[in-house]
């Protein structure tokens, strides 16, 4: 039996008939923090909705947690799932504990945990305010919040840090760096890699829906025998 948390092989999804990704074979596993990199419409977000089932693929096979979620539904998995997506929005009226609440209670987690997750992400004096008063950091301290309810075996981060300061991105690496400590698979989209070598396992390459490079970053230096242009790309 595989011990991957995520196994996708031979991944091609269009839209229409554009591909969007195309034949994608890649495995995450437990405790791995991997960089998603690749410039805008590389088929980043396109690849981290295919792992939740949000869309279906148009051939290969996605595992998801022990789970065909090509042949399955997700819904059994997603509890299981932490997802903070890209331009994360709330419901303006609800405050950021209710809206911890809410979700908590979709997933079957107990709530009283919410408290120890708003002071992880800094967020308790605000706790009590509606997200519609929340700046671009706190919506995204929430949602970062959102994603680690119930200690997620799988946290999926579409573009986290995009927009945040330097002292609030620390943050963000650090509690992800704790949750892969913890045994959780942790991916996360960007397209910044200078800022992600230091702080992820594994870096894969997206470019035009393809899988251009995966492995760690001594790997794809080596492979593109000068690291500047790398990060010049990037
Ligand atoms: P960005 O960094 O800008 O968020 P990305 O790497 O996440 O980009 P995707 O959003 O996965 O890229 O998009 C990959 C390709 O698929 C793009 O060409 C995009 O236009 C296309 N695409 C994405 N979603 C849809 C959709 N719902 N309908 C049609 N085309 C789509």
């Known amino acids: 039996m595989s011990t991957a948390t995520v196994s996708l092989r031979g991944i091609t999804k269009r839209y229409g008939n554009r591909p969007a990704v195309t034949d994608v074979d890649l495995v995450l596993l437990p405790g791995e923090r991997i960089a998603l990199v690749g410039h805008n419409g590389a088929g980043k977000s396109t690849l981290i909705k295919l792992m939740l089932g949000l869309i279906r693929t148009s051939t290969g096979q996605i595992d998801v947690l022990g789970a065909d979620i090509t042949r399955h539904k997700a819904s059994a998995i997603r509890a299981d799932i932490g997802y903070l997506p890209e331009n994360v929005v709330f419901p303006p009226a609800m405050t950021g504990r209710e809206l911890l609440s809410f979700y908590a209670r979709l997933k079957r987690r107990d709530v009283a945990q919410n408290q120890s997750l708003l002071e992880r992400v800094g967020l308790v004096d605000a706790a009590d305010q509606r997200t519609s008063t929340y700046s671009k950091g706190m919506r995204q301290r929430l949602g970062l919040a959102q994603?680690?309810?119930?200690?997620?075996?799988?946290?999926?981060?579409?573009?986290?840090?995009?927009?945040?300061?330097?002292?609030?991105?620390?943050?963000?690496?650090?509690?992800?760096?704790?949750?892969?400590q913890d045994g959780a698979t942790v991916l996360l989209s960007s397209h910044a890699l200078a800022e992600l070598e230091s702080r992820s396992d594994r870096i894969v390459v997206m470019n035009r829906g393809l899988k251009v490079a995966d492995g760690t970053l001594a790997d794809l230096r080596a492979l593109a025998r000068c690291p500047t242009r790398i990060r010049a790309d990037f």
């Not at 579409?158 to 963000?172: N, Q, V």
């Open 147 to 180: 994603a680690l309810i119930g200690r997620p075996r799988l946290l999926l981060l579409d573009e986290p840090t995009t927009g945040l300061d330097p002292a609030l991105r620390r943050t963000f690496y650090d509690i992800i760096d704790a949750c892969a």
